[in-house]
């Protein structure tokens, strides 16, 4: 005998349930069916809180991409020297890539079977390019080595960022979303040869 | 009406087909008949070569790995400081993951569900270990910057270099092995800001 859960959710609440399941299963393998299994609720009360699946996948990776695209209205991300307002952003990536770890993550898996993957790639395409702005005004004011092709250095920036999801786990005695900042930071603009 | 292609394979060329549904499909997803169908000669072909599915991933691995150690053994990984035998060290694996693009692809992307599996990860672990020793002897030195976790950077100059299996295409007007082993060693050594 089965008892169901008794449906205390929210759209957030069930989102953070959903996402869950789709960075276990992949989103093309996971089915109302799993989701409805893992919320511990009827599949009709989850179209109670949201149209399906897509839907789910809308609302989690807007999550994601409204963190990052967050950073670029900060105040440290308006002002100042190109290099320093890419310093920021870098810095910023990483910390809401930790923060929103789950979402990151599913968003950084996105394929592009479906049009919300496909909106949700091109989102983070138009993310990528304000960073390469950003890189090559750096660039052209001299304040980054100019002996590295800057697409080369988006893409390897960009890997080793995300990369993190592969590995950061939350958890009492690793560190902190700031420690891997940090560590990112002095690695990526420094060089471990230090300054 | 199918004809079945004259079987001319080697182990060596049936093992660049395999290696390319692995890499498609992954490796659990790939059956005996998807490798006779791309290979397109029967399966009791495939097996006068290879014992089997299994067989094939562990000598794709292998020329992964094997590229891997031998860097190890290279006169720059032999002889210097710790700090400039891990430079080449680090030019060296892009070399390779560049040079054996779809074996370390296959190496990267391994889950641990069979032995055969498990051993590759196994002797992945102890290459990193391997890594992670010349960066703890370079920092023991003082030849790289102290106020960054070992552990870290660790994580982060290997995803930076693994995630190249992510974008890298061989292709006549792209960066070559050695275009890119340069961005990522003055990257990870000297970082963005120049020396």
Same mark, same amino acid.
């Given at each position: ?20 399941v &789709? ?20 599949? =009709? =009360?989850?179209?109670?809180h ?6 789910l996948?809308?609302?989690?990776? =807007? ?5 990052? &695209? ?8 308006r ?6 307002i ?7 990536m990483? @910390?809401?890539?930790?923060s ?16 919300? @993957?496909?909106?949700?790639l ?67 603009? =420094? ?5």
């Open positions: 005998m089965t008892t169901a859960r008794r449906d205390t959710y929210t759209p957030e609440t069930l989102l953070s349930v959903a996402v869950q &789709f960075n276990q299963r992949g989103y093309d393998g996971t089915s109302m069916e799993h989701l409805s299994r893992a919320a511990g609720i009827s599949k =009709s =009360s989850i179209y109670h949201v149209s399906g699946k897509e839907d996948l809308r609302r989690a990776v =807007s999550r994601a991409l409204d963190g990052l &695209f967050a950073i670029l209205e900060e105040p440290g991300a002002e100042g020297r190109p290099v320093d890419l310093e920021h952003v870098v810095r910023r990483v @910390e809401v890539l930790i929103e770890l789950p979402y990151v993550t599913l968003l950084l898996r996105v394929r592009g079977n479906t049009a919300t @993957e496909r909106w949700a091109e989102r983070r395409r138009d993310f990528d390019h304000r960073v390469a702005e950003l890189l090559k005004a750096a660039a052209a004011d001299g304040d980054v080595r100019a002996d590295v092709e800057m697409r080369l250095v988006t893409r390897l920036v960009f890997g080793m960022i995300n990369s993190i999801v592969e590995w950061y786990r939350p958890d009492a005695r690793g560190a902190t979303g700031r420690e891997v900042a940090d560590a990112v930071v002095r690695l990526v603009f =420094s060089g471990l040869r230090g300054d």
